[in-house]
């Protein structure tokens, strides 16, 4: 499987703008731009993107780790905040939120963990990653 998003940039770095369109079209020429990335400017950034990549892929393998172990969610709620540290992006942070019916605190946090380690964006990222999980 192979997906695709096209990013174009029009001028400088600080008074430019561009647009993302992702091959789904989630993203059609969504803005992004100095002020989107690094003050509160309309439009997205690419560690935003980057936090819903990795809260969403996550969030996803945890439900199969689960559903494996013999357990249904009846609901997960994952954020992710990405840190950008002195142009360097450093960390990865998920707070994890969980209804999960039948399941111990233990096996909870075994499962969390190994959708951590094994999630294929936790396996992409070269940075710290932590895990907040609490069980609802």
């Known amino acids: 499987m192979k ?8 001028g400088s770095g600080k008074e430019g703008n561009g647009h993302l369109t992702t091959q789904s079209t989630t993203l059609n020429k ?8 690094f003050a509160e400017g309309v439009g997205t ?3 935003e993107l980057m936090a819903a990549a990795h809260a969403g ?9 689960l559903g494996a172990a013999g357990f249904t969610p009846e609901s997960l709620e994952t954020k992710c905040t990405i ?12 707070q994890l939120t969980a ?4 399941i111990s605190s233990e096996k909870f946090q075994e499962c969390a963990a190994d959708a ?8 992409a990222y070269n940075m710290a990653i932590s895990l ?5």
């Open 3 to 10: 997906r695709q998003a096209t990013a174009v940039w029009n």
């Open 30 to 37: 969504t803005q992004y731009s100095f002020n989107s990335r």
């Open 45 to 47: 950034n690419p560690e």
């Open 57 to 65: 892929c996550f969030t996803m393998k945890l439900s199969f780790v």
């Open 83 to 94: 840190t950008l540290e002195d142009g360097v992006i450093t960390s990865s942070h998920l």
């Open 99 to 102: 209804k999960v019916p039948g």
């Open 116 to 123: 951590k380690a094994n999630c294929p964006v936790s396996k």
């Open 132 to 136: 907040e999980a609490v069980l609802g």
